[in-house]
């Protein structure tokens, strides 16, 4: 008997017990949909996470003072970012931009909102990627060389101040004091540094107005630089030359420790995917024992059924067929509930994974891996799970079989 | 064809050892129609399935067609079952929620025949046996005799020389019994050994000889005068 019949065969003898087959079959369509469900999630997380790194900038290294090492003194000034953005000095460094931030209660006319107000300067702007304006225009260096009074909002945050009115051109009251709303940000929604609720201000105008924090050697402190390095490649090297220039230019001897830490969106991107990597593991392998939990109900309903057909297969064997020709079609059997059962879950996995992508908004991918990964287990699930009952199947002595009631 | 000599098989039945035959010998011309009487216990169930090649024996000589059967693998059984042998059973043994014509192809798919040679000789023996109108039917859609018939053509099939029927009376009524008699009968004239187990001395009667049986030995065979 050649393998096209066993599955014929197979096939029948499924038909044959539909509700019994089905009931089989779901250990494995739910352990199946499990995984697909999960890893795809996992997956459009990952990649949801990646998006929104990427979409800060590019090749971005952010320099923050490493307040272990520093007295309790911020250590990071203009002066730092000057010697970053010397071409000379730093050539795997394109711009370079000085942040001084904190938290403010911002007051338009009749509402407040406390949020974060930022000092920076225009490259600022292009560094992160934040060159789409609703309305007005960002800071121009004029505003930075003459402490202007202006503010550029994000989205969220000119909707809280302005929610009825047109914010450029209206004034807001930082720490007391009036500025000019002379430009409002594109909507981001980015979820990583939460641009569209931050206001900003010219660098110099929050340096001697909200943040006047000096470093040790008395220079106005920022919170933190941005420096873009060159490209991906030159990103480690770029960290190199960094700790360099400010180890010399704060003074910093051999034996001693950084007195600020560094951390690059490559870094970040890793640590964030090293998460997720490991999150869509887990739940891949919770999914992965309910997959075995499948199988192990189709080993149970094959044993029942060997001995339930014990006659069938007493009759069979009468007239002629072989041990292997039994051993086949209870394989056989195992393995298309559970490949048929693997279908079914992978088309329900599918579904829920889109249903979740759309409620968490998040692109949920099931890629051709996934697909090869729970349609494998599953077949090997009906193998490994269907050799036992078989092989029992196939070695009941015919004049037993025949007997048995 | 079939010789059997000193043929002797046991049982363990729990803790008690059960001497289903204890040496018996045993020959059958081919086209003969042979009756195998005994009460029950006499052994004359594992007599055929010896000759079925269903069971084996502990210790003597089965030959069949000049092959020693005893010494066969199980798998060269299984051949000789597919190929050489029709079994008829007291209770039909046919497969449930099948098809008659499925279950007539069954020896033949196991026999390698191809899909459409295999529906041409179910057809084939299922019209011999007076079921060509009811190939579509499931044994629970068929009447006690024509569910025999179904099992016999099966047993047709693959073209055996012999049929083994073990108490293929037993469980329908006279008038049935004797229909499926006749066409046993019909199927001798066609040159096909017959071998039969009945303890209904009627039934024997229909044979051309007879051989009782009793605690695993034969004890008498006599031929049957004919009408």
Redesign the interface.
Known sequence: ?NIS?SFL?AL?SLL?NKLRSVLTMLGVIIGVAAVIALLSIGNGVSDSITGEINAIGTNLIIITTDFDNSDGYQTLSQVDVDALSDPLRAPLLGDVAGIAQGNQEVISSGRSTNVTVAGITPNYFTIYNMTEFQGGDGLTQTDVDTRARVAVLGATAAEDLFPDEYAVGQSVKINGVSYEVVGVLAESGSAINNTDSNIYVPLSTAQSRLYTTRTRSGEKAVSSITAQAVSAEETDAALEQITEILRAEHGITYAADDDFSLISQGDLLETFNTITATLTAFLGAIAGISLVVGGIGIMNIMLVSVTERT??I????????????ILIQFLLESIVLSLIGGLLGMTLGWLISLIAGNALDIPTVVDAGTVALATGFAAAVGLVFGIYPAWRAAGL???EA?RYE | MIHMRNITKSYEMGTQVVHALRGVDLDIAEGEFVAIMGPSGSGKSTLMNMLGCLDVPNSGTYTLDGEDVSQMSDDQQARVRNKRVGFVFQQFNLLPRTPALKQVALPLMYAGYGRSERLERAQEALRKVGLGERMDHKPDELSGGQQQRVAIARALAVSPSIILADEPTGALDSQTGTEILDLFEELNTQGITIIMITHDQEVADRAQRTIWIRDGVIVNEETNEHQ
Request: hydrophobic share 40%.
């Open positions: 008997m019949e065969t029948d044959a006659r069938e007493g009759i069979r064997k009468a007239v002629g067929a072989l041990k292997r020709d002595r015919p004049i025949l």
